[in-house]
């Protein structure tokens, strides 16, 4: 089974997945943090143009494996410590020996975490600290990411694969929100980005779309689905349940729930005001 997290480095998100007793991480989010090109599979193909011999030891060792995106779990390219050295050879950084050294801190830190898995917990909470969140939210969003790992594993469990998971998170947002996953990173002012779409969520919205895909887990288990037909049914029921209260408090609070505000930044500016 595998387990994904965010690392971060100099404040660049970086995806990894433990496999094969082994950290793999995001080759893209590997060369952004390093290069911050702005299309980074671009650079990655003129990268391996460059170096011959790169590309062609390139399937050796970087390997396809699911990681949570925006859309849902997809295939992307990962690569082992051994491997992002590699590559981080073929790119002129600054950051490359800064880079090496938090590749070890990381590994460091796992071997840490098998003994002690409270850690785990301790290190995400530190990473949205260090990111400006308040305590709430992180609250909330720790709790989401572990509804959402529960229903993505669900997911796996009955049937689902490749771009379904895209499909069934897509759907999700549709019955809730009104908004597919792509306009809703368009109201937040990041779909040009590698930004988390939740990590722009305020603490409302994070509680509905737990509340949703809470909802469709149970109902997924209740009706016993199986394939993508059938799961996107329950995931589309519990949507519209959701996207029900989502009008109801609208009506109460005077304004919509998926606000145009990027909450990270909304954040930010408090604390800016705060402290002057």
Not at 39 to 48: E, R
Not at 103 to 124: D, F, H, K, T
Not at 182 to 208: F, H, P, V, W
């Amino acid at each position: 089974m595998q387990e994904n997290k965010l690392a971060l480095f100099e404040d660049k998100e970086i995806r990894k997945t433990w496999y094969n007793e082994d950290w793999y991480f995001s080759v893209e989010d590997v060369v952004y943090a390093l290069t911050e090109s702005v299309n980074t599979k671009d650079y990655i193909k003129k990268m391996k143009k460059r170096n011959p011999t790169l590309a062609e030891g390139w399937g050796q060792f970087v390997t396809l494996l699911q990681l949570n995106t925006n859309g849902g779990r997809q295939k992307i390219s990962c690569s082992n410590t051994k491997g992002i050295l590699r590559i981080i050879q073929s790119i002129p950084s600054p950051k490359a020996e800064p880079f090496k050294l938090w590749l070890a801190q990381v590994g460091s830190e796992r071997l840490e975490e098998i003994v002690n898995p409270e850690l785990a917990i301790n290190r995400a909470k530190e990473t949205y600290i260090r990111k400006g969140y308040e305590d709430t939210w992180i609250s909330q969003r720790l709790k989401s990411i572990d509804s959402r790992k529960e229903l993505t594993y669900t997911w796996k469990q009955r049937g689902a694969k490749g771009r379904d998971y895209a499909i069934l998170t897509d759907e999700i947002y549709k019955s809730t929100f009104d908004l597919n996953t792509t306009q809703y990173k368009e109201l937040k002012g990041i779909n040009k980005t590698k930004r988390n779409l939740r990590d722009s969520m305020g603490k409302l919205e994070l509680a509905i779309t737990n509340l949703a895909e809470v909802t469709a887990n149970e109902m997924h288990n209740i009706n016993n689905s199986y394939g993508i037909d059938r799961l996107k049914e329950d995931v589309q029921e519990a949507g519209k349940i959701t996207g029900k209260a989502r009008v109801e408090i609208e009506q109460k609070i005077g304004k919509k729930v998926a606000e145009k505000t990027n909450y990270k930044n909304l954040t930010n500016s408090n604390i800016k005001q705060i402290e002057n």
